[in-house]
């Protein structure tokens, strides 16, 4: 479909030498145009083997398999696991009837490191606990950890505040079902390998003092001794959602953003006419613009997509005057969403889904030989960062004979 094709991702993802490899299409032959990926430190991802894997090094793109088999392209913005002991329970406080057993599992990444929390003796209501003290600096944060029946069915995590009422939920370990307890948060179980839980809590954690795990009873019955679970990769972050783990050992850690910049150059493009198409998700539906861009690299020439809160956006300008605008609300941006922009003089659209938009007939269009790269961020690479999921983006050098009902379905 189409002459003249950059593509990236679709299932077939390459690295070199630390750089994100995309294909264009020369003269019928691919070739590589490269991303430049930056993070100064190392970062987790999920690989294809459904495991969670710590080998990526610094600024080394991540190609994450969490929600799919294709692949995405994993792009984060910075955080800080602020639990310092992610994986060694053993240095949490033992709270009445419990015993913790380092290493006594299979965790999600696939070696003996999870953690096995064992009730001595009768729940009691308020025994059989763990718990560490943290100190966060913000008000949303979301804490995560992942959890695992042994020969009990529930875990009861707390959220513990120094001033108002404790967060509290039950877990179902069999089927991740979040029973109600005291205090406001969003709650998400996500089924992951090997019958794993990972559980998601984001709330207000400006009076949070401390993190309880309990081997729980289902808010009926109580536990009794020899009741097990097994946890692991506990984290803590001040953000409204959760990224991926950061493991820690004794401090606090902090991953460092990922940026994905400087692909093409003037060849791989037509300025006078083409197709930006993007299959992407956003990470939360938060309120900054995160984009994608083909420009000259200034703000004064440039094709702009931008996801926000729940709005697909964007905007064409050429010698610095907008040509072309495009807003659409009401969009879940969580989700993947196939996205083609079409530019040429008097002829704009916007696809989603499927779907045609927004249409214009009236419009400039570059000069040729003007756009030169593209950019997972704002043109000058100032601001704007993409953070987020990425299967595909294709930039095609012609609009006709391009079936953009087809494209985006």
Partial sequence: MGKGIVKLGEGNWAVKDGNLLAAKETNGRFKNAEFTVTRGTDATYVGKDGLISNETGDNTP??????????????EPQSTNLIP??????????????DVTNNSTTSPDGTQNAAKLQLTGSSGGTDGKISINVSPSATTHTFSIFAKKGNHDYIYIWMNMSVGSNITRWIDLNDGSVNEGGGTATVTTTSFSNDWWKIEYTFDATNLSKIKLEVADDGVSTGTGGDNIYVWGAQLEALPHPTSYIPTNGSTVTRDADTCTDAGEAADFNSEEGVLYAEIA???EESASKRITISDGSLTNRITLSVAGNIISGFINVNNVTQYTFYESGQNITSYNKIAVKYKANDFALWINGVEYDISTSGSIFSANTLNVINFANATITDNDFYGKVKAIRVYKETDGIDLATLTS
């Fill in 62 to 75: 991540r190609i994450d398999f969490t929600d799919n088999t294709d692949g995405h392209l994993l792009l």
């Fill in 85 to 98: 002991y992610s994986e060694d329970f053993e240095q949490w406080a033992e709270e009445v009837n419990i």
């Fill in 282 to 284: 956003a990470l939360a």
